[in-house]
């Protein structure tokens, strides 16, 4: 068994700066990140020597958390990009085109709908991560939390936001609420829009 790798960024760690800090994009994907992946690998290899199941449950919490942790991290990578404002990328623009409608369809305005996803995921407690979700029973978007690295099931995640502080700490300090406010020049809505049709979230244009 292979196992599962550490995927590579799609941009540089200094790319996404001044927003996120090259400090904290090498420490977060080659450490971090890398972790999650290792210990993924050990509780799967563990688990497939196993023959009761009383061994088998002694590895859930490991196969959650790491399985977890390697899930929303390889989405929040993609979620990111290079910042238009800095004319280093696309990231920060919602263009026209099937998401943006439906954000403007369920917030009214792009500002409330950044302001609902902020408040919303600010209020967390602890570590874990904000979501913009498409709900499937009703083809909805809606914004969402989960706690820890507790993997998004509800829903098909359309964005994932990193609210653990060593996703910001060594940049905005305590001050989650300047990570939040910052993360929006960075955020991949090529990719958003992408995860959003092929789980066949549309507009009613
Ligand atoms: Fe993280």
Redesign the pocket.
Known sequence: MSGHTLPDLTYPYDGLEPYISRQIMEL?HKK??QTYVNALNAAEQAYAKTSTPKERIALQAALKFNGG?HI??SL?WKNLAPSAAERKGHGGELRDGPLKVAILERWGTYEKFKQEFNTTTAGIQGSGWGWLGLNPATGKLEIVTTAN?DPLLSHVPIIGV?I?E??FYLQYLNVKVDYLNAIWNVIDFQEAERRFVDAGGSSKL
């Open positions: 977060h971090h990140h942790g929303n991290h929040f690295q990193d653990w060593h996703a």
